[in-house]
């Protein structure tokens, strides 16, 4: 059975599928929410533009998460004959349902295009993206609605779905499944990292595939890639992303289960770039290393490793001059700390973000770069843990508390607040006209 990292690693593999759409006229299509870090990926591959098609399931009235249907844009809908039949739905029920269920879509549709035009596609061949399908039902009105809306060809794009499903769609021109295994069951249980995805990440990808769009022809532009650094022995994989002209440069350190592919690091690297921030995200350990659980809470390991990837950075034309940040998570901060107690260290700034600080022991008195702790309000022994590092700390330094957030900050709204306070820090610090500057805003 394939089993995928995470929605990127899904997204890429899909897209490898794919490559024979290049050079048509494409546009990808992202099924909110899951569907779009998938389709960022699809549509960054076929170097085409990205927007989401918006659907909502119509689930039963008494057991919502099994769905008799589901309506789309232009009023569109798809039901499933069978299902209405076996539970009895009357016309009263199935108008409530879609009544609220379409509220819920327009309200989400102008949330997420914030004002921004629809792509259109007149003539054009629709690529409709989500995380996977089970029955279909969602993706069925996903493709009616693309072909009302002009598409001249509708391909369905998925990473996994039931071969039932595959094998009866005729909605779709064309479809494109990586993985149809004979045993199926729930689209999460064919991942290993299946967090929820939230309004606020899809519009900081929506932004950065226009911005993609805008910029991906104008020679001696953004810098964009993945990379390879020599760290001793080892080689590291990271990507790098530095606007044109950037004052600065944060290096991410991710914690433990997570890599430089973790969608909750690409979203805040993506706020920072609204700011003209460049971002290396970074994997500290090779694969091989990450298998010795001990490596992963080997600070000065990976604080070596952050020390490396910096002077690396220094032999770039593109990145010598920028001023360095750190933004760390989990033990990621506490190496990111570490690292920046070096007396030779040149961090300007640090930002922790559900971190352990505490992992940089009596280092933490040396640090001198400022330093923002920020913690989720209920992720409670990791805040005592924050406080009492704050405590330890000689530098200018700020406590930033998320109330209601959790370790992974992914309850409605709170990584995006994260990544403001982050944002807003690494402005302040980093960029010598950061007071002057006007920030973005991530709603």
Known sequence: MVVFADRVDAGRRLAERLSHLQGESVVVLGLPRGGVPVAFEV????????????VRKLGLPYQPELAMGAIGEGGIRVLDADVLAHARITDAELR??????????????????????????NGRTAV????????????????????????????????????????DFAEA???????????????????????????????????????????HATVGGDADSDVEIPAGAVTLRAHLHVPDSADAVVL??????????????RFVADVLYHDRLGTLLLD?????????RANVF?????AGRLVAATQWLGTRSDTAACAVGYFGASTGAGAALWAAADPASRVAAVVSRGGRPDLAGPRLALVRAPTLLIVGGADETVLELNRSAHAQLRCTSQLAVVQGATHLFEE??????????ARNWFVRYLVPTGAERTTATVR
Not at 103 to 116: F, I, K, M, P, Y
Not at 412 to 420: M, V
């Open 96 to 121: 409530s349902v879609e009544l609220h269920e379409r509220a819920v879509l327009e309200s989400r549709v102008t949330r997420l295009r914030r004002g921004r035009e629809r792509i259109g596609l």
């Open 298 to 302: 080997d600070i000065e390991l990976l």
């Open 412 to 421: 409605p709204g709170t990584l995006a607040e994260a990544a403001i306070l």
């Open 252 to 265: 991410f350190a991710h914690g433990s289960g997570s890599s430089r592919h973790s969608p909750r690091n």
């Open 173 to 215: 021109d064309e479809i494109v499944c990586v993985s149809t295994p004979a045993y199926f069951m729930a689209v999460g249980c064919h991942y290993r990292d299946f967090s929820p995805t939230t309004d606020d990440e899809i519009i900081v990808l929506l932004d950065a595939a226009a911005r993609r769009m805008r910029h």
């Open 43 to 54: 549509a960054q591959a076929l170097d085409a533009p990205l927007d989401v098609i918006v």
């Open 284 to 292: 500290l350990l090779t694969p091989e290393e990450e298998r010795d």
């Open 128 to 167: 409709i993206v989500d995380d996977g399908i089970a029955t279909g039902s969602t993706a069925r009105v996903a493709c009616k609605v693309a072909r009302q809306l002009g598409a001249a060809k509708v391909v369905l794009a998925v990473p996994v779905a039931p071969v039932e499903t595959v094998q």
